[in-house]
């Protein structure tokens, strides 16, 4: 839902005793519990697909978005066969696309998952063999009116991977209103796709560390954000902290996607709807060296082997193999130069030893 309160605000909020099902984590993780050593892998290459939709305004009833969603799901796979040749891996949708904004209370908007909903996005999955992202308020139980803002995650046969629910469901200023009676929920999974591994957040999430910190923990290496929030400044900041990539699901202004330097790969704005993008899951980060010459010296030696973007005004560049015979850890190398990760490593060994010595 869009942000309407301050971070403050909801934390008072989570103290009248929703902290307890939320397992506390350090807000400044040391890097080297999060930094992770994509090098050694051959090239992973993967094409998500995000979209930029609103679904402000009267509900159509349950069939008719359905049927909006489907074609929506149809047009991103129709741009990845026109730009790559071939369909998307992911799809993603933007917040509660399902349900839509209604409003009111909760549990009288949520749906439960499995029935005819579950039957268009496993049969959308089948058809497109990719794995699928569906926001919707999600009815866990009709007895007890449990509620999440959820993401169902489909994989390529057209089943259940996974559910990821919202840890922090936006509250309504000046009040302790979760969306109308949604429940936080507890975690921030990792979903084991075939490509690599996933994890999914969902709008206000953004405004709290634990949900993106664990996530980076347990080894995420493409992160999907559905939300009705355009920012572009805070997930970049995230993609740059924990280097994993973000891919923005937007109702309005903007989707994106991220890579782990911070900086923006794709973008659409309206009147765009679907953005589709290859990415490579095995990458290094190279800070700024002599020897490096901004990736020439990869270039001069691989030609269209490497693939790179290199950031002068960041002093870092992405880089890539595109042979599957070479790992770009072998290219690097062969250039005697050292990845991001390897190099944070050791200066930080480095300056423990300094300062215990002192």
Known sequence: ?????????????????????IEPQATDAPSAEIAKNPTAAGPRKIIVGTTLQ???????????????????VDETADAAREKYGRGPDLVALP???????????????????EGKVQEVFAALARKHHCYLIVPLDLLADARTGLCYNACVVVDRKGETAGIYRKMFPAVQSGTDNMEGGMTPGPDAPIFQCDFGKLGVQICFDIEFDQGWEELARKGAELVVWTTQSPQTTHPAA????????????????????????????????PPQRVLVEEIDLSYVILPWSP????????????????????????????????????????????????????????LEKLFDEVRRNE
């Open 95 to 113: 917040e509660v696309a399902v349900t839509g904004e209604r409003g009111g209370k909760a549990v009288d908007r949520s749906i439960p998952y």
């Open 291 to 346: 020897q490096l010459r901004n990736g020439a010296a990869l270039q001069e030696k691989y030609g269209d082997k490497v693939g790179f973007r290199y950031y002068e005004d960041e002093d870092c560049g992405l880089f890539w193999s595109n042979d599957s015979q070479v790992a770009i850890g072998e290219m690097v190398k062969s250039v005697n130069v050292r990845d991001w990760f390897e190099e944070h490593a050791r």
């Open 1 to 21: 839902m869009r942000l309407t309160v301050t971070v403050m605000l909801i934390m008072a909020a989570l103290s009248t005793g929703l902290e307890q099902a």
């Open 238 to 269: 995230r993609a740059l902290k924990y280097r994993y990539y973000i891919v923005s699901c937007n109702w309005r202004n903007n989707s994106t996607i991220f890579e782990p330097t911070g900086k923006i790969v794709a973008q659409i704005r």
């Open 54 to 72: 609103s679904f402000w305004g009267a509900y159509p009833g349950l069939d008719a978005r359905l049927e909006q969603l489907a074609t929506l």
